[in-house]
């Protein structure tokens, strides 16, 4: 188990442009999160899986971002139009199905920077 | 909404001393967890506790949780260099969702 894997570590984009970011989730673990974090902030609940089914959206989460784990499994997210305030670290966790004692795996981030 | 306060936000030690970390959050919840996080790291899970007058204690650290006043402190004894990092504590709201809410973190410094 190498834990929880994101995809790429640093993205440079331009304002307007889409990226997307990957998370591989420990492979036992049904579930999966994204949380976003600015700098000097606690991350931020942005949505997560329950396998493929997304259970849950903050309203932080706006139209322009969108979250797949089609197979149950790695998840994708995607931001479409960014802008200078989407520059963070995006922060993928994993856990297994509650009740459970375990808590959150997360990986080492996706550092945003849009210029 | 739940808000998750901590404090203090920043926090300048001299190795050898004892401090506590507090966290208070606003709504009914038993479960609530402590994260280290190292500068341009990501979250490393330190404790878990699950009820009302859990403690646990790892090495120099050591968490606690009252329920009943919303409260959880993590005691920091005899600080060492190697603990400066930022600490998180975060509430679990809901048995089924594990929507995990998170404090604004205290970063500590510990100096020699």
């Known amino acids: 188990d190498t834990g929880v894997s994101q995809n790429p570590r640093h993205k440079i984009t331009k304002r307007g442009q889409n990226v997307t970011f990957r998370c591989d989730p420990i492979s036992e673990h049904n579930r999966l999160y994204w949380y976003r974090q600015t700098l000097g902030q606690g991350p931020e609940f942005l949505t997560y899986f329950q396998n493929e089914a997304q259970l849950e959206k903050s309203r932080l989460l706006s139209d322009r971002f969108s979250a797949e784990r089609p197979k149950g499994s790695f998840s994708t997210l995607e931001i479409q139009r960014t802008e200078q305030g989407d520059s963070a670290m995006y922060l993928c966790?994993?856990?297994?199905?509650?009740?459970?004692?375990?808590?959150?795996?997360f990986g080492n981030g996706t550092r945003l920077t849009v210029t | 909404e739940l808000k998750v306060e901590q404090n203090p936000l920043f926090l300048s030690m001299q190795e050898g001393k004892n401090y506590t970390i507090y966290c208070n959050y606003s709504?009914?919840?038993?479960?609530l967890y402590w994260y280290r996080q190292d500068p341009g790291k990501s979250l490393e899970s330190l404790f878990v506790l699950l009820s009302n007058g859990a403690v646990k204690q790892e090495g120099r650290l050591m968490a606690s949780l009252d329920t009943k006043a919303r409260l959880s402190t993590l005691h920091i004894t005899a600080a060492v260099h190697d603990l400066s990092a930022t600490y998180f504590c975060a509430v679990d709201t809901s048995y089924n969702n594990n929507d995990m809410r998170f404090g604004a973190g205290t970063r500590l410094t510990v100096k020699p």
């Open positions: 709504t009914t919840s038993d479960r």
């Open positions: 966790a994993s856990s297994l199905t509650p009740p459970t004692n375990s808590p959150l795996h």
